[in-house]
């Protein structure tokens, strides 16, 4: 049974940053693709960011582009969502998903139970 924790959300001003982390009990981990997907109040679930199986491709989207980082570490089975300059509008659920797949997608198989992150303005 593939199991994903995230941690790492919390309340931080505008400006500031957190570093989200997913930890997965998945035994093909360094083979499964990963991403973090988020959900604000009353709106859609959006994806953010993807990494590939080894790490060498990733995806950000538009509107955290030079904010965001994705990364992973194989070996501690864990993936990093880095977020810098956060804006009240970053505000959300943050969702930590695996992928059957090598290669980063917007479908997910499993997925963590989220962590809340909060910007005040």
Do not use: H
């Not at 109040?41 to 990733?58: L, M, N, W, Y």
């Not at 994705?70 to 959300?92: C, F, G, H, W």
């Amino acid at each position: 049974q593939v199991q994903l924790a995230e941690s790492g959300g919390g309340l931080v001003q505008a400006g500031g940053s957190l570093r989200l982390s997913c930890a997965a009990s998945r035994r093909t981990f360094s083979s499964n693709a990963m991403g973090w997907l988020r959900q604000a109040p009353g709106k859609e679930r959006q994806f953010v960011a993807a990494i590939s199986a080894s790490g060498d491709s990733t995806f950000v989207t538009d509107s955290v582009k030079g904010r965001f980082t994705i990364s992973r570490d194989n070996a501690k089975s864990t993936v990093y969502l880095q977020m810098n300059n956060l804006k009240p509008e970053d505000t959300a659920v943050y969702y930590c998903a695996s992928r059957d797949g090598e290669t980063w997608g917007d479908l997910y198989e499993y997925w963590g139970q989220g962590t809340q992150v909060t910007v005040s303005s």
